[in-house]
Every structure is written in structure tokens, then in C-alpha cells.
């Protein structure tokens, strides 16, 4: 009996422990939102409606990936007029550059829970060190779905014209402040060993 457990034990060694777990963005709870001072009279608002991405966390080891991918002529800051100047030239140039990306796989953590992811985003074809603060991260299982999720709030500040969006400034700002909700539901539903 002894030798049965002590082959059983040794098998279950053999098989990896899998800790990193991949996620895959939901794009209808991921809506990238920014400010920025417009003359200064007013904070006006802005927002993407599409967003495409996979992140990659680590819990145990305290590390993991984000990449994030954001379609540029899904702008919207409420007036289809404006939404067209921004898709232009001056601005988000969409014809030319369809996308902005962030992708880190440096995440800081407090405890279990991921605080800080600093990477890299590109803008007009710049790219830019960025570090996204990462707020009320839970992970567990989507009421209606079921399905294993996690989600966060993420914010950061740039400067536009690190990134060679130079239109107009001082009269509209500078800096832009963004934030948004992150929601990715789990690839597979339990850690299944890779080969």
C-alpha cells in the first residue's frame, strides 16, 4: 500500500504546476476614457468604443503581461462632427494609425492583487514608457455567465506631445488624464497543465 501512494504522490509531481492564468479582454466592459482641458474654461471628455486584448497574470509568482489594443477611429466625444476632426491629422491621424497599444509585463503587487503595470504605449507611431495604476482588482465568477473573470479600474496621465500630438496646445491641454474598466474573462476554466 505504501509503495501504491508513495507512485501516486511521484506521478502528481510529475505534472507542471501551472500558475499563470491568460485572460482575454472583454471589449463591451473595456472602454478607454480620457480628459483633457479644453481653453481653459472646461475638462472635456472622450472615449474609445473598441478595445481588444490579453492579459496574462501570475499570482503566485507576482507577475504577468497586459496587452491592450485600441482602435483609434472608435473614437467618440459625443458630436459626430468633433469625432471626425479627431480622426484627422491633426489629431489620432486613424488613416495612418489605426491603433494605439499598451503593453507592459512589469505588474507591481500588493499582497495578491496586481497595483501597477509599467510598459510601453504607442501612439502615432511613438512609443512611450507608461505606468497605469490599477485600482478594485477582483477576480471570481460573472453572475450571469458563469464564467471565471476578472476586472479593474486603470488610470494614468501623458503628455500628448510626447507622442507628437502637438495641435493646439497650450489651448487645449496638454496633458490627458485616462482611465478606464478592464473586464477579461479566464481562456479556460481551471489550470489545466501545458506541455
Same mark, same amino acid.
Given at each position: ?31 478607454p476614457?480620457?480628459e483633457? %482641458?479644453?481653453?481653459? =474654461?472646461? &475638462?472635456?471628455?472622450?472615449?474609445? #468604443? +473598441? ?7 501570475? !499570482? /503566485? ?6 496587452e491592450?489594443?485600441?482602435?483609434t ?19 489620432? %491621424?486613424?488613416?495612418? =494609425?489605426? &491603433?494605439?497599444?499598451?503593453?507592459? #509585463? +512589469?505588474?507591481?503587487f500588493?499582497?495578491?492583487?496586481? !497595483? /501597477? ?32 473573470m ?46
Amino acid at each position: 500500500m505504501n509503495k501504491i501512494l508513495t507512485v501516486l504522490f511521484a506521478s502528481l509531481l510529475a505534472f507542471p504546476v501551472v500558475a499563470e492564468v491568460d485572460y482575454t479582454i472583454d471589449p463591451t466592459h473595456t472602454w478607454p476614457m480620457f480628459e483633457v %482641458n479644453h481653453i481653459g =474654461f472646461s &475638462t472635456q471628455h472622450g472615449r474609445f #468604443d +473598441k478595445t481588444s486584448g490579453k492579459i496574462a497574470l501570475d !499570482i /503566485a509568482a507576482k507577475k504577468g503581461s497586459v496587452e491592450l489594443v485600441i482602435d483609434t477611429a472608435s473614437i467618440n466625444i459625443g458630436f459626430a462632427n468633433w469625432n471626425d476632426h479627431m480622426k484627422g491629422e491633426d489629431f489620432f %491621424n486613424v488613416e495612418s =494609425f489605426p &491603433t494605439m497599444r499598451f503593453t507592459a #509585463d +512589469k505588474l507591481t503587487f500588493d499582497g495578491d492583487k496586481p !497595483i /501597477a503595470a509599467a510598459g510601453t504605449l504607442t501612439l502615432l507611431g511613438e512609443s512611450k514608457p507608461v505606468t497605469l495604476s490599477i485600482s478594485d482588482f477582483k477576480c471570481g465568477t460573472h453572475p450571469m455567465t458563469r464564467r471565471p473573470m476578472c476586472g479593474a479600474n486603470i488610470s494614468t496621465t501623458i503628455k500628448r506631445s510626447d507622442f507628437g500630438m502637438k495641435k493646439y496646445i497650450p489651448a487645449v491641454g496638454d496633458e490627458v488624464k485616462i482611465h478606464s474598466p478592464v473586464e477579461a474573462f479566464r481562456d479556460t476554466p481551471f489550470d489545466a497543465p501545458k506541455n
